[in-house]
């Protein structure tokens, strides 16, 4: 016996991922679950506890992980086993996202019967949980950090190359604009890797800063930036 609902998600896979490996704050999405562990970390074979709103705790274990595409959970009852499928599939710039629960054994029949209209009804309620919470966090990210790249640009824009970088104002403003467009567009960054390099300490951002004049708001900046990129990755 099988149950399955889908949802479209307004945001990348890898970022809807990260939610799903934080398996403490599944219930910040999921109404359904009171709490939930995990021993160590989010990997093939670990293990943990489930305690739904409804029913006794259970114990449950990861038996496939595709980063960041898809991951299965397995319960066992008596007799029975429950497999929880949750799977994303990129459609452009959002991702369908699939979760689907199995009944399988010798009492497969009767808990799917027992427990199986529930489990139908609360699927699309996750998958809405999930959806709001995901969305939400990108909102505010994306205005939090278009604020902030959109000041970068500015100072930018009355500032000289510096002799302690190798990259130019005008690279660093390309690369700025690049990211602007791409959030303006998709609510995302364009390259996130290159810009928290950009941002770090004592890389090409501070030292042009310094050498024109804005230093302190430089690091009031890429304090703002990493607390802003914390967001979608924390």
């Known amino acids: 016996m099988k149950f399955e609902e889908k949802i479209t998600i307004n945001a990348p896979a890898e ?41 006794p705790e259970a114990k449950i274990a990861i038996t496939e992980i595709t980063k960041p595409t898809s991951f299965t959970v397995v319960s066992k009852l008596p007799l029975c086993v429950m497999t929880f499928e949750h799977h994303l599939a990129p459609k452009g710039n959002a991702t369908e996202v699939t979760h689907a629960v199995t009944f399988t054994g010798l009492t497969a029949f009767l808990f799917g019967r027992l427990i199986g209209s529930g489990i139908k009804k609360g699927l699309p309620v996750t998958l809405a949980g999930l959806k709001a919470f995901v969305e939400s966090k990108n909102n505010e990210f994306s205005e939090k950090m278009l604020h902030i790249l959109t000041q970068v640009l500015a100072l930018l824009s009355t500032s000289e190359d510096s002799a302690y970088t190798h990259t130019t104002v005008a690279e660093l403003k390309e ?6 467009e791409h959030l303006k567009n998709t609510g995302y960054l364009h390259d996130s890797a290159t810009l928290w390099t950009l941002f770090a300490p004592t890389c090409a951002l501070q030292e042009t800063s310094m050498d024109n004049g804005w230093g302190e708001q430089y690091v009031y900046l890429a304090e703002q930036f990493d607390n802003t990129l914390a967001l979608v990755s924390e």
């Open 15 to 55: 970022n809807i991922f990260q939610y799903y490996e934080s398996v403490s704050e599944w219930h910040l999405w999921d109404t359904e679950i009171q709490s939930a562990s995990l021993e160590g970390d989010f990997q093939l074979g670990a293990t943990g506890k489930l305690k739904p709103q409804k029913g």
């Open 175 to 180: 690369i700025l604009s690049k990211n602007i």
